[in-house]
Antibody, heavy 127, light 108 residues
Framework: QLQLQESGPGLVKPSETLSLTCTVS??????????WAWIRQPPGKGLEWIGS??????????PSLKSRVTISMDTSRNQISLKLTSMTAADTADTAVYYC????????????????WGRGILVTVSS | SSELTQDPAVSVALGQTVTITCQGD??????VSWYQQKPGQAPRLIIY???NRPSGIPDRISGSSSGNTASLTITGAQAEDEADYYC???????????FGGGTKLTVL
């Protein structure tokens, strides 16, 4: 059974880089067919796709975050990582619950959806 | 277009039928997916592709699309259906992913 588990610091300081890890169990991330994604949700607000990475290592990102984001894979550990630079404090979307998810995004299927999600990790930006 | 638009809130009487909509230019080209999110939980995929339901999603939940508008219909609404509902699809270029702002469904 596929399970995803996010881990990392719950608190980061303004201007620092956020580093999160998603550990996948029950499925090998280096199998083809799926991307692996990060999505975030500020408290009381909606969902925002951050970016996704394919088993080959190729990735694509939300244009609004592209300059700050790196998503990568460690296939030996079956993990996906997120790095988000220049975190900012309150009144921005950086304080949020960060989710990792399995992402179906195929060129010929005209759809893009997230079929399995981790429970999420709350990250607060504060000095 | 880089937006998917949803009504912020919708209500339905217990046992009645409710439709939640999602509008966006990209929906003329791409399928929409729908997610249900209850307080304190991660979103759960409930509709994807051309009205497909993952295992465990009841058939009283269905999706449809026409032009730039996609719809999620819940027939015979139950108290357990009270949740936030989000749509998602690709943007018009097909290269990026969008979420709608979400609709809070209240079952009266």
């Amino acid at each position: 059974q596929l399970q995803l588990q996010e881990s990392g610091p719950g608190l980061v300081k303004p201007s620092e880089t956020l580093s999160l890890t998603c550990t996948v169990s029950g499925y090998s991330i280096n199998r083809s067919s799926y991307y692996w994604a990060w999505i975030r949700q500020p408290p009381g607000k909606g969902l925002e796709w951050i970016g996704s990475v394919y088993y080959s290592g190729s990735s694509f990102y939300n244009p609004s975050l592209k300059s700050r984001v790196t998503i990568s894979m460690d296939t030996s550990r079956n993990q996906i990582s997120l790095k988000l630079t220049s975190m900012t404090a309150a009144d921005t979307a950086d304080t949020a619950v960060y989710y990792c998810a399995r992402h179906e995004h195929c060129d010929n299927c005209y759809s893009s959806y997230f079929d399995s999600w981790g429970r999420g990790i709350l990250v607060t930006v504060s000095s | 277009s880089s937006e998917l638009t949803q009504d912020p809130a919708v209500s339905v009487a217990l046992g009645q039928t409710v439709t939640i909509t999602c509008q966006g230019d990209s929906l003329r080209s791409y399928y929409v997916s729908w997610y249900q999110q209850k307080p304190g939980q991660a979103p759960r995929l409930i509709i994807y592709g051309k009205n497909n339901r993952p295992s465990g999603i009841p058939d009283r939940i269905s999706g449809s699309s026409s032009g730039n508008t996609a719809s999620l219909t819940i027939t015979g609404a139950q108290a357990e259906d009270e949740a936030d509902y989000y749509c998602n699809s690709r943007d018009s270029s097909g290269d990026h992913v969008l979420f709608g702002g979400g609709t809070k469904l209240t079952v009266l």
